[in-house]
């Protein structure tokens, strides 16, 4: 079977740091990505993953372990707009993308 | 910017009506999706189309079906509506070289009653 699992909700405070876990079971592996989305709106792409390590886009960092099927996004400078959902896909054979439920960040002041 | 255009943000239907959810990308992607998105279970993926005339079925095809009689437009048909099928329903693309990241549209809530 197929299977992406990231917390459901998280709560963190303005400023702070937060690590925002995914762990997946996939048939097939061909990268992972991380998306932001906000209420009522379209998931925009925020990061993207193939091999193992740490990939660094300013406040934003994502990383990846291929052989424990794990990858976390890391939050720095937590910022009020930061509030969102975050959702972590695994690409599969063809390009199709598997979702996980994704995570409902709340920053707090 | 890459823009995915959905025809509407929300819509009520009845019952059994027949139902289009129109997606227009304007960057010549040859890759276009369908998903529906509800509470708990994450975005699932319904159709994909590759390329013009071109379909798949994706993980949740039932109910569905789907046209791309043209690159840029890619039209989710609801034959007959029913209430499971209240949902959220985006459309995205993607550029076959690109990473095959994908950009969504803002989304259609549909309401069956």
């Known amino acids: 079977g197929q299977n992406i699992d990231q917390p459901t909700e998280m709560t963190a405070t303005e400023g702070a740091i937060v690590q925002i876990n995914c762990t997946y079971q996939t048939s097939g592996f061909n990268g992972l990505f991380w998306y932001q989305q906000h209420a009522g709106e379209a998931p925009t792409f925020l990061s993207y993953?193939?091999?193992?390590g740490l990939e660094e886009k300013g406040r934003f960092s994502s990383f990846l372990s291929r052989s424990k099927g794990y990858s976390y996004l890391l939050l720095k400078e937590l910022q009020m707009k930061d509030s969102a959902s975050y959702l972590c896909a695994v690409e599969n054979q063809g390009g199709k993308l598997i979702f996980g439920q994704g995570t409902e960040l709340s920053v707090k002041p | 910017d890459v823009k995915v255009t959905q025809s509407s943000r929300y819509l009520v239907k009845r019952t059994g009506e027949k139902v289009f959810l129109e997606c227009v990308q304007d960057?010549?992607?040859?890759?276009m999706f369908w998903y529906r998105q509800d509470p708990g279970l994450g975005l699932r993926l319904i159709y994909f189309?590759?390329?013009?005339?071109?379909?798949e079925k994706g993980d949740i095809p039932e109910g569905y079906s789907v046209s791309r009689e043209k690159k840029e437009r890619f039209s989710l048909i609801l034959e007959s509506a029913s209430t499971n099928q209240t949902s959220m329903y985006l459309c995205?693309?993607?550029?076959?070289?690109?990473?095959?990241?994908?950009?969504f549209g803002a989304g259609t809530r549909l309401s069956v009653l």
């Open positions: 960057m010549d992607h040859e890759n």
């Open positions: 993953n193939v091999l193992d």
């Open positions: 189309s590759y390329d013009v005339k071109m379909k």
């Open positions: 995205a693309s993607s550029d076959r070289g690109d990473s095959d990241i994908q950009y």
